[in-house]
Each structure stands twice: as structure tokens, then as C-alpha cells.
């Protein structure tokens, strides 16, 4: 059980790493939905899980208010700030992708590679599901 713990592992890191090697993204991970850090790595200066748990409270609270707009699931959150965008993309249920870029201007770009990301995820790390 120990070997496939960190063969799982070794796919959830080269995917991240690829998003971040191919895309705007400086940092991606995966977080839980109960704001655990599973997978990644964050530019945050604040501590990793602290970060970890914190995109989990804003997807929570996105999930919250979605009955107030009267549509039925979070797509995706872009949060903007001076010089970088937090971008978080949900993998599965339980699973949230949380990217960070710096250029603001690859917005878009981000999203997509954070969708595509998630698809891979889901395709090749299917314990996230």
C-alpha cells in the first residue's frame, strides 16, 4: 500500500509540475474541500496549509451563496489582486486545483490549463474522484 501511496503521489506532482512548466501558472496544488493540502506547492508567504485551508473557505463560501444566484455549481473563482490572480478549479467533490499567476494578463490561458489540468487529474489520479 505504501508503494502505490507514492506512485499516486508521483502523478499528482508531475501533472502540477506540468501545468506550472507549460502555463502562466506560477504555483498550482491540490487542495481538499476540508482545506488540507494534498498535493503541490504555493508561493504564499504564509505557511502551506494555512494557504491550503484558506482556498478551501473561499470555495466554500462561493458554494454557499450559489443557491442566491440560483445556479446550480462553482465553474471556477478567479480572485484578482494588484499583480497576481488566485484561480481555483475543482477537480472532483472533494478536490479543489488552486493556481496562482502572476500575469494577470494569461487569465484566461490559466483557466484553461487549470480545466485541463483537472481532466488529467481525474483521468490518471483517479482517487481524486
Known sequence: MVESKTANKKTEERILDKLVAEGPLTSCSIVSRTGLLVAGDSISPQKKETFAAMTAI???????????????????????????????????????????????????????????????????APWLN
Open 58 to 124: 473561499v470555495f466554500s463560501a462561493a458554494e454557499a451563496v450559489k443557491g442566491d444566484v440560483k445556479d446550480g455549481k462553482v465553474d471556477h473563482i478567479v480572485a484578482s489582486f494588484e499583480s497576481s490572480k488566485l484561480v481555483l478549479f475543482p477537480i472532483s467533490s472533494n478536490y479543489i486545483l488552486v493556481g496562482i499567476l502572476e500575469n494577470t494578463q494569461s487569465a484566461d490561458r490559466a483557466l484553461k490549463a487549470l480545466e485541463d489540468g483537472a481532466q488529467r487529474l481525474r483521468k490518471e
